[in-house]
């Protein structure tokens, strides 16, 4: 138990299976959004770029984010905590859920393929 041989990525298969049990094609959405994020921010020349050519609504980026690829890291992350945080309260399955309606944002066809602000 404590030698920590679990496998770190049990849990977020558990999330991603509930996922697609409610929203059939929220795994496949979900993973081509965030592959095209991440090649999009690692492909930025700065921090601000990317942040931009993502238009993330931000005041400030902390300061230990000095590169893309550790913003690339965090943001995937957070939508990983997310995902994560919605699982807990998907029982009993429903579209009223926050878990559905976040996978029906990533599964949403009339979302254009490069949003403006």
Do not use: W
């Not at 920590?4 to 990525?9: C, K, V, W, Y």
């Not at 496949?28 to 050519?53: H, I, T, Y």
């Not at 945080?85 to 878990?99: N, S, V």
Request: net charge negative; charged share 25%.
């Amino acid at each position: 138990m404590h030698a920590q041989l679990a496998d770190q990525n049990a849990f977020y298969d558990i999330v991603t299976k509930t996922a697609e049990q409610l929203s059939e094609g929220c795994e496949q959405a979900v993973r081509f959004a965030l592959e095209d994020a991440n090649m999009l921010m690692r492909q930025a020349s700065s921090v601000g770029e990317a942040v931009k050519s993502m238009n993330m609504c931000v005041d400030a980026i902390p300061k230990y984010i000095d590169n893309v690829d550790r913003l690339s890291d965090d943001v995937i992350m957070a939508i990983g905590f997310t995902f994560a945080d919605y699982d807990m309260g998907a029982y009993p399955p429903g579209e009223d859920l926050e878990l559905y309606k976040a996978c029906q944002i990533f599964q949403d066809k009339d979302t254009p393929d490069s949003l403006e602000k």
